[in-house]
């Protein structure tokens, strides 16, 4: 597929746009210096409040972190606090107990369940469910993309090839440097920001709650993942924020550790539902390579009709820089795509990459913008290893731990009941009582988003 010619001509345009901007620019230079001393000045003139040369209002006290707000939250008397909700990202429960000098891996998920309420969370919820929503959403945008791709009148608006979309380190540099990517970025939300959608929407209908009476806090391996819930049309209901606070890995070890509660000595308890429980393609979100094994679990079978002889995408796994693979898809005797199977019947072919670190992305940008290489479908994570090495997670000296943290990646998912989102009955359920179709009118108004090209102003 040519998909890569597309990305070149709209990187060449740009690329003239930007020329033409610099030159009409005719402001004199200024040395850095000089906007350093004035900016010192500014800065001190607002300290000191309204004067005689400036009578702006002195700058707002700075906020307290996210994890304080969540404390201050839990402090209250229960009359008087918010329904208090948590979700746990895929790659936080492999590092936790890092923060207490144990293994990956050594505390279980149930026990940091039980560990979350009792600091005072009324639900804990899996954010597996919000990657299990992603694949549901985004397999299908990839599909349409695709279809349209086949009989060649391919949609301006969603070119291909798709990149993902859940990673904000990523999307920010989309955003800030490459913004003539964005019409090839997925459309899709977070895991995160999906599953927060779902809670002040879907779930506290169910609960006999209002969203601005929850109080929904995200514990994340990444630090990005703040910024990316202070987007201000992340509020679905126009009420309160999706996901109010955002706390990392690190933090709520330390919480845990400052309260004395020794998470791998407690009883496990399950998940809330019915937004709580996930599976093992939504765990391997964690890892770099895992949205792609994920989304390709379930594309294969809605396309051939078929289960996989073997669910583990081999090519896809590792720490590698970039991987490629190719996957040869027969559609299955009523699959929309049987048209475009060939006289042959050979099938459909898709052409994958994974990019491992921001790196490699700008690598692989590269090689797309000169028609060097062409991908359907490519995957990006901006930490090295993906989630399990984000910026939120515990820091450690042992040069191995990326490799001991996939390890525990990819063994909580052959352990896991599930492994294919789509068949998750709690996501199935969803679809049929709120939802609708993935993809369709009320999806693409909950679970779907925009870009701005220049970045968001002062997102952190």
């Known amino acids: 597929m040519a998909s890569g010619l597309l990305l070149k001509q709209r990187s060449v345009c740009l690329s003239g746009i930007r020329e ?9 230079p200024v040395s850095r210096r000089a906007v350093v001393a004035a900016e010192r000045r500014r800065l001190v003139v607002r300290a000191a409040g ?3 040369e400036c009578d702006c209002p002195p700058a707002p006290a700075p906020k307290a972190p996210h994890w304080q707000q969540t404390l201050d939250e839990l402090a209250k008397p229960k009359e008087q606090r918010k329904v208090m909700i948590a979700q746990i990202a895929p790659a936080v429960r492999v590092a936790i107990a890092e923060t207490m000098g144990l293994n990956p ?6 026990q940091m369940v039980t560990g979350l309420r009792m600091l005072g969370f009324d639900y804990v919820f899996d954010t597996l469910f919000g990657a299990d929503l992603t694949i549901m959403e985004e397999g299908t945008e990839l599909l349409h993309r695709l279809q349209d791709h086949l009989e060649q009148h391919p949609n301006k608006e969603e070119p291909l090839p798709m990149f993902t979309s859940c990673c904000p380190g990523w999307v920010a540099m989309v955003e800030k440097s490459n913004p003539e990517l964005i019409p090839y970025l997925s459309s899709c939300k977070s895991p995160q920001m999906m599953l927060g959608a779902v809670i002040k929407n879907y779930f506290a209908a169910e609960a006999g709650a209002k969203p601005e009476d929850i109080c929904n806090v995200s514990v994340m391996p990444c630090v990005r993942k703040q910024g990316e819930a202070d987007r201000e049309w992340f509020n679905t209901t126009g009420l309160a924020r999706d996901v109010d606070h955002v706390m990392t890995t690190a933090e709520l070890g330390k919480i845990f550790v400052e309260r004395g509660i020794k998470l791998n000595e407690l009883q496990e308890s399950p ?3 019915p937004v709580g429980e996930g599976s093992g393609g939504g765990l391997l979100f964690g890892t770099t390579g895992g949205v792609m094994e994920a989304a390709l679990r379930t594309v294969y079978e809605v396309v051939t009709q078929k289960p996989l002889d073997r ?3 081999e090519d896809v796994r590792g720490l590698e820089g970039i991987k490629e693979s190719t996957l040869h898809l027969t559609p299955g005797p009523t699959s929309p795509f049987k ?9 459909i072919t898709l052409n994958i990459a994974v990019a491992n670190g921001l790196g490699n ?4 940008i590269k090689q797309l913008a000169a028609g060097e290489s062409k991908y359907d479908f490519i995957e990006v994570m901006a930490c090295p290893g993906g989630c399990i090495g984000g910026g939120g997670q515990p820091r450690s000296a042992d040069k191995q731990i990326l490799q001991k943290r996939q390890a525990a990646m990819y063994d909580l998912d052959e352990r896991a009941v599930i492994r294919r989102s789509h068949e998750n009955p709690l996501i199935g359920a969803l679809y049929e009582k709120f939802l609708g179709e993935p993809n369709g009118h009320k ?8 870009y701005v090209a220049g970045g968001v102003p002062d997102e952190k």
């Open 20 to 28: 033409v901007r610099y030159a009409v620019s005719v402001r004199p």
């Open 50 to 52: 309204p004067t005689a």
């Open 105 to 110: 891996g050594d505390v279980t998920v149930g």
């Open 271 to 273: 998940f809330d539902n």
């Open 311 to 313: 669910i583990v995408f």
């Open 339 to 347: 048209a475009f199977a060939g006289a042959d019947g050979a099938g």
């Open 361 to 364: 992305a700008k690598k692989l």
């Open 443 to 450: 999806a693409h108004e909950l679970l779907h988003t925009h």
